[in-house]
């Protein structure tokens, strides 16, 4: 745990923040295939000193009702488009807007987009760091996105150094924000009970004990608590 503005913050890894986005995203309006695409943007953005974690946190209830189908194209002229967001949050708008400007690039070599109507725009910046997933260089300058084709090599630390940075480094995030986010992301979460044990991971537990599923134990699970309860509870079910 380090110090950052004499507020105590720590050092979350890809694995943790992609864990609770995909969770807190979930409990939006958000298609399911839709969410999963959006995953790393507040990791990406709280890396940037954007919004990140915390402005997922404020914009957390209004993403229930977060309707990207809406976002349309409000004009189009060779290779430049406008985009009406329709008040949509700009990081749902990142991939369709990625989407467009790799079509445009790849039919004119060369692309720029204007995006009009979208909720924190300046969340529009994150998609000069996602441009090189997609063969793009993506320069952003207020709400208009231009690109130009760009190499991919396959190496992560050529085609996305911020994602290699994260990996080595993640990303330092206050403590009090990150256990906030922490416990909201334990609402997407079934209710602790027997059943709910029995059936998590990659296996189910039957109400015998016999095991249905994965049975290596390689993530070093150990189902002898859940099937002993059971065996248990079904002698005392036979005595009665």
């Known amino acids: 745990m380090t110090s950052s503005h004499s507020s105590p913050s720590m050092?979350?890894?890809?694995?943790?923040?992609?864990?609770?986005?995909?969770?807190?995203?979930?409990?939006?309006?958000?298609?399911?295939?839709?969410?999963?695409?959006?995953?790393?943007?507040?990791?990406?953005?709280?890396?940037?000193?954007?919004?990140?974690?915390?402005?997922?946190?404020?914009?957390?209830e209004s993403f229930k009702s977060a309707a990207p189908a809406r976002i349309a194209i409000a004009s189009e002229a060779r290779n430049r488009m406008t985009l009406d967001a329709c008040g949509e949050h700009a990081w749902f708008v990142l991939p369709t807007a990625i989407d467009l400007l790799g079509e445009l690039t790849a039919r004119f070599r060369s692309a720029e987009l204007t995006v009009t109507g979208a909720t924190d725009a300046e969340e529009l910046?994150?998609?000069?760091?996602?441009?090189?997933?997609?063969?793009?260089?993506i320069s952003v300058t207020g709400n208009v996105l231009k690109a130009?084709?760009?190499a991919v090599i396959g190496d992560v630390r050529k085609d996305d150094p911020l994602l290699w940075s994260l990996l080595e480094n993640g990303a330092e995030i206050e403590s009090d924000l990150w256990w906030r986010i922490y416990h909201l992301a334990k609402r997407a979460l079934a209710t602790d009970s027997i059943v709910s044990r029995r059936h998590a991971g990659p296996m189910i537990v039957n109400e015998?004990?016999?095991?249905?599923?994965?049975?290596?134990?390689?993530?070093?699970?150990?189902?002898?608590?859940?099937?002993?309860?059971?065996?248990?509870?079904?002698?005392?079910?036979?005595r009665s």
Not at 125 to 137: I, K, N, T
């Open 208 to 238: 015998d004990g016999t095991v249905i599923g994965r049975k290596d134990n390689d993530d070093e699970t150990d189902v002898s608590f859940l099937s002993s309860s059971i065996s248990e509870r079904m002698k005392e079910g036979a």
């Open 11 to 60: 050092r979350v890894m890809p694995r943790e923040m992609r864990l609770m986005s995909e969770r807190i995203l979930s409990q939006s309006s958000l298609p399911k295939g839709f969410f999963l695409t959006v995953g790393d943007i507040p990791m990406y953005s709280q890396k940037l000193g954007l919004g990140g974690f915390k402005l997922l946190e404020q914009r957390f």
């Open 148 to 150: 130009v084709p760009a």
């Open 125 to 137: 910046a994150l998609a000069a760091r996602f441009g090189g997933r997609s063969g793009l260089s």
